[in-house]
């Protein structure tokens, strides 16, 4: 028996979605654990591309339970369209799939204040997807909000609806000149969600516990990145869940010691969407060429990511929460062109309040952990170090081998100045475009 968590290292968007489909063929159970339909996972089989939103990944590989834990909010719109497109595409969803009767219900109310809050806030934008996912865990935590078995009892759903909907047609009134949402429409239009997705709830932390103790090796898939937990992350610009490895066992049920290995996911360069800082990013023709090349849109909303170098000072944080087991390191083909890389090995800061012994020597900061502070991360400079790039394709290279020298020591240099083994590198978008140097769950 092997349990793996697969973790993304940065803000997201690092291809834990290829990773997990590629590491889904040793398990028999993958279950999602936080995060909304805000994420999107792409995986592309032979010729056909898949995004998945709330779905496990293991949903496209025939024989495998997937579990959307109670730590996920649910859109139920959204995923029922998500369920009906995989069915369209042949893809088998039904006595496969269980949904936590624990998950919290995204209701209208919250994609619509999550839009209006957004804009309330000008240049100072965290950069939200804006489909309701903080005003849902919002309720979660202040427990005014909706379970998905809450959606299983037509009365007790529309007394509670009627409560909340009546405070918030006061605020979208009153403080945004919205108009009023309808309480009647609302509820019908969750009866009939609840219709469709009453045979896939249940209490998954039973199920899930079962499977585990059964022998059942499982796979932990979470949405986002560690720089985008929201205890751990760059914070106020980050994700309303944690997405770090300790978002396992709360958003699953499932106790740590029931944990063997922790893949983190991390790109060969860094991205980010949305606001906040990003000391390494590249504002030139280069960041557009690798954004180009990197295919560097959002999976769910299709924004142009931010693109920079490798940076050593928040992956070090990253590893320090999560305590990696090992590293699949994505996109190393994107860089293949590269003349020179650079990657941050420490930031300077000039603070400008003269509060640190530093700045009143008259010199700068040097941080080589990452600040907790994001206002004094965005006025960070990288300090980088350059390696030698490759110059030759490694597009489809299956075997470490075939690698050339320079993309070899790219990736020891890495392994050895993060303290981390790498188990597994990308080399393309498909499927078995893949080095496998060491499988997780063996």
Known sequence: MSNIVVVGVQWGDEGKGKIVDLLTENARVVARY??????????????EKYVLHVIPSGILHKGKTCIIGNGVVIEPKALIEEIEGLRKRNVYVGKNLFISGGSHVIMPYHTLLDGKNEESMGKKKIGTTGRGIGPAYCDKMSRTGFRMLDLLDGGRFREKLKANIKDVNFLLENKFQNKKLSLEKVNSEYMRYADYLAPFITDTVVLLNKLIDS???????????????????????????NSSVGGVCTGLGVSPRKIDGIVGVMKAYTTRVGGGPFPTELNDKLGEEIRLKGGEYGATTGRPRR???LDFVSLKHAIRINGFTGIALTKLDVLDELDTLKVCVAYTYEDPYKRCECSKKGVACRFTDMPQDAMILE???????????????TQGVKKLKDLPKQARAYIDYISESLNVKIDIVSTGQRRDEVVILRNPFK
Do not use: M, R
Not at 379 to 393: I, L, R
């Open 215 to 241: 022998g059942k090796n499982v796979l932990f898939e979470g949405a986002q990145g560690t720089l985008l937990d929201i205890d751990h992350g760059t914070y106020p610009y980050v994700t309303s869940s």
């Open 34 to 47: 936080q995060g909304g339909h805000n994420a999107g996972h792409t995986v592309i089989i032979k010729d």
């Open 307 to 309: 693109c920079g170098w």
């Open 379 to 393: 006025g960070c400079k990288p300090v980088y170090k350059e390696v030698k790039g490759w110059k030759t394709s």
